[in-house]
């Protein structure tokens, strides 16, 4: 059984950096083709692709956003780390990891966390 | 400003047959990415409901079908039912810039 728990804080200031945790259980990130990623989802708006690591630690990351964002895995503790820096409210979310098994589609979901960006 | 688009809302009684459009480009659907859809309830994560265009994941009633054609896709959702009633996104990849994973703007389904 394939789960995925998003973690990390749910009010920051503006400006400051962001770091979100996703730690899963039922797959290895060492397998190969397999990939974790992340994406968000505003109030009331639409989903927003951010990042993705694969599992020989191949790092893609949303144009829109590629300088502000860095991913990591630690394959040890099956976790993988999301940093996003310079905050804005802009970016008040709910931000969601998921499992990529052979596809391009996100296969499991974590529930998501919400993310506040206010002074 | 969604890089798929799909139409905001869609609307079917009880019993009904709807679709769900979803329109790309020749950087992502049309370049023969596939298209994926997901369903998301009120206040829980998206859940996905359609892969590789056009298949079910276990446990995914056969009431829902996917299709692509060119540089689109369409879910249809046939014996309506009240629980059908969310949000569903639709979901490619696409080869601009890099490559990126790109979504629709979603489309919430009311069930009359």
């Known amino acids: 059984q394939i789960t995925l728990k998003e973690s990390g804080p749910t009010l920051v200031k503006p400006t400051q950096t962001l770091t979100l945790t996703c730690t899963f259980s039922g797959f290895s990130l060492s397998t190969s083709g397999v990939g974790v990623g992340w994406i968000r989802q505003p109030p009331g708006k639409a989903l927003e692709w951010l990042a993705l690591?694969?599992?020989?630690?191949?790092?893609r990351y949303s144009p829109s956003l590629k300088s502000r964002l860095t991913i990591t895995k630690d394959t040890s503790k099956n976790q993988v780390v999301l940093t996003m820096t310079n905050m804005d409210p802009v970016d008040t979310a709910t931000y969601y990891c998921a499992h990529r098994k052979t596809g391009n589609e996100w296969y499991y979901w974590g529930q998501g966390t919400l993310v506040t960006v206010s002074s | 400003q969604s890089v798929l688009t799909q139409p905001p809302s869609v609307s079917g009684a009880p019993g009904q047959r709807v679709t769900i459009s979803c329109t790309g480009s020749s950087s992502n659907i049309g370049a023969g990415y596939d298209v994926h859809w997901y369903q998301q309830l009120p206040g829980t994560a998206p859940k996905l409901l359609i892969y590789?265009?056009?298949n079910r994941p276990s446990g995914v009633p056969d009431r829902f079908s996917g299709s692509k054609s060119g540089t689109s896709a369409s879910l249809a959702i046939s014996g309506l039912q009240a629980e059908d009633e969310a949000d569903y996104y639709c979901?490619?990849?696409?080869?601009?810039?890099?490559?990126?994973?790109?979504f629709g703007g979603g489309t919430k389904l009311t069930v009359l």
């Open positions: 979901q490619s990849y696409d080869s601009s810039l890099s490559g990126y994973w790109v």
């Open positions: 690591i694969y599992w020989d630690d191949d790092k």
């Open positions: 590789g265009n056009s």
